[in-house]
């Protein structure tokens, strides 16, 4: 069956001093969710925003807002990031001690709960928990800024939680995250996977509706 898969566009390659229109133009483009990457220059070497600038954000969009904390003890943001309008919150399994705890933390506050992991963390430490998170978000990049170029052994990753997901019939998404463009596009969209992220590609587009309707799958096995 053929399948539109969701488009996330990353706002870290935005114009924050334009952050309105920008998220007119994600609306306009057909995406449906907004990747928000919360970086706080110690899990990953660059800070960007915190909570108060999605609770400023809420207002102005009904799109989804897919939070990606990347930072340190995320446990203490959760009820925060919650209460900003976020409608998921994913955390990094690197920087939690206590892994579950989190993510059933993030559940009680009905926000959809997500797991990412960097290109060297294999899928298998996600294991225990995947019968409990919303989404796995699968970083094709080394996390931290946007404009990378996808490292290729990550979609494997994708492949091997997508057969997991079959296998034992667990309900989580699957996500890429970092160096997807038009370029990477056709081997991403092969894994069959169900989000994409896409920042500097998204934003450099001349026609963004044109580069969102590229990510469709034909024939996926799903
Ligand atoms: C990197 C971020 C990604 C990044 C994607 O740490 O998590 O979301 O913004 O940007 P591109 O699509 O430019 O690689
Ligand atoms: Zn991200």
Known sequence: MDRKIIVAPSVLSADFCNIKNEVKEI?????????????DGSFVPQITFGSKFIRDLR?????FLDAHLMVLHPETFISDFSKSGCDSIT????????????INSIKKTGCKAGVSIVPSTPVWVLEPILNIVDLVLIMSV????????????????????IKIRKDKKYQYLVSIDGGVNENTLTDVLKTDLDVAVTGSAFFASKNKTEYVDKFFIKNSSL
């Not at 995406?31 to 928000?36: F, G, R």
């Not at 207002?59 to 799109?63: E, Q, S, V, W």
């Open 27 to 39: 609306k306009e483009s057909g995406a449906s969710w907004i990747h928000l990457d919360v970086m």
């Open 59 to 63: 207002p102005h969009t009904d799109l």
């Open 91 to 102: 955390v990094h399994y690197e920087a939690c001690t206590h892994l579950d705890r989190v």
């Open 142 to 161: 080394n996390p931290g800024f946007g404009g990378q170029k996808i490292i290729p052994y990550t979609l494997d990753k994708i492949k091997e939680l």
